[in-house]
């Protein structure tokens, strides 16, 4: 499970020769923010800003994009709120530079991030949908994640056990593949990303210390 990561930077996309980003988005993201999804037209690669929470198109109001976030593959076409983006093939990529996981010592989870040794973004395997709610036209998404009990890295995080998942990374010279996909069959895509081409470390969260009434009392000007 994925619910927190940072998009990729400008020099990263720099590096990967993709289209110039026509919009703002957050250095770090969670469930519910928006974020930069990458998907193909007929005009070609092109980016829309989506939250980060896929919302069906039968949904009353966006609070299940708070839930919805990350999506097994085993199960895209059963889940209702998965099915019809699925069935249409609306797969997309989010680019990302380091995403973050939990892992435990002595039962206290730990943050620690994940990312390429080479420093590139990464593109990871994302289901997309256009839905209107409450008169609102809503662009969402989802990662797309898979079982990762054997996989030398991800077998690691989360929660003691024997449910491990993991995102699944698409690799590089696949994105076309994966962009133009016309079956709701990913199976040739439901593989383990090469752990010898990346590397994890623990990345504490930063701590923001918030300015208070007190503290601006006794503020000198």
Same mark, same amino acid.
């Given at each position: ?59 009353? @109001? ?12 085993? #199960? ?22 380091? !995403?973050?996981?939990?892992?435990? !010592? ?19 395997? /994302?289901?997309?949908? =256009? /839905? ?14 898979? @079982? ?19 995102? =699944? ?6 994105? @076309? ?34 300015? #208070?009434?007190?503290?601006?009392? !006794?503020?000198?000007?």
């Amino acid at each position: 499970m994925c619910a927190n990561f940072k998009p990729l930077t400008v020099q990263q996309l720099h590096d990967l020769n993709l289209p110039d980003i026509p919009f703002e988005y957050p250095e770090e993201v969670y469930p519910h923010y928006q974020l930069p999804l990458l998907f193909k037209s007929d005009q070609g690669l092109e980016w829309r800003l989506v939250n980060f929470g896929l919302i069906p198109k039968w949904a009353e @109001d966006k609070t299940i994009g708070t839930r919805t976030y990350n999506a097994r593959n085993e #199960t895209l076409l059963q889940k209702p709120t998965f099915a019809e983006a699925t069935a249409k093939c609306k797969f997309g990529v989010i680019p990302v530079s380091e !995403f973050y996981e939990s892992k435990y !010592f002595d039962n206290k989870p730990q943050r620690w991030g994940v990312r390429r040794k080479d420093g590139k973004a990464f593109y990871i395997a /994302a289901l997309y949908e =256009i /839905a209107r709610v409450q008169d609102e036209i809503v662009r969402s998404s989802t990662m797309i994640t898979m @079982d990762a009990i054997d996989h030398p890295m991800m077998k690691e995080f989360h929660e003691p056990g024997n449910i491990k998942r993991s995102v =699944i990374v698409i690799p590089h010279h696949r994105l @076309d593949e994966w962009l133009s996909m016309t079956t709701p069959n990913i199976q040739s895509f439901v593989e383990g990303f090469p752990v010898e081409e990346f590397e994890c470390s623990h990345v504490p969260k930063e701590k923001v210390n918030k300015e #208070t009434p007190q503290l601006n009392f !006794f503020d000198e000007d």
